[in-house]
């Protein structure tokens, strides 16, 4: 069994900043991926950021220069910074995991957080 727990989520005026956190317990062998997706009311699920375990990432456009996602390999542990909040960055957002577990391949979410950015 596998938990992915996010945390950070919150209120946040337009132009400030959260930090989101996820951490992944159980039995795992390895992570290859870690990322952020996120879905507003009334709009499908999009991919905010991605990272590998070797440290290469992938933004979504509406996000670069303003997100950054990392992780922390022995934690298993990965992080989305994002500055300069819009209000069109509200949103739940969840964490997701692929890798390996003791019973095999693995693919995971996380229970989501809320975002929410006033203008």
């Known amino acids: 069994q596998v938990q992915l727990v996010e945390s950070g989520g919150g209120l946040v005026q337009a132009g400030g900043s959260l930090r989101l956190s996820c951490a992944a317990s159980?039995?795992?062998?390895?992570?290859?991926?870690m990322g952020w997706y996120r879905q507003a009311p009334g709009k499908q699920r999009e991919l905010v950021a991605a990272?590998?375990?070797?440290?290469?990432?992938n933004y979504a456009d509406s996000v670069k220069e303003r997100f950054t996602i990392s992780r922390d390999n022995t934690e298993n542990t990965v992080y989305l910074q994002m500055n300069s909040l819009k209000p069109e960055d509200t949103a739940v957002y969840y964490c997701?995991?692929?890798?390996?577990?003791?019973?095999?391949?693995?693919?995971?979410w996380g229970q989501g957080t809320q975002v929410t950015v006033s203008s």
């Open positions: 997701t995991a692929i890798g390996r577990v003791g019973d095999g391949p693995y693919n995971g």
């Open positions: 159980g039995n795992i062998l390895r992570i290859n991926i």
């Open positions: 990272i590998t375990s070797g440290g290469s990432t």
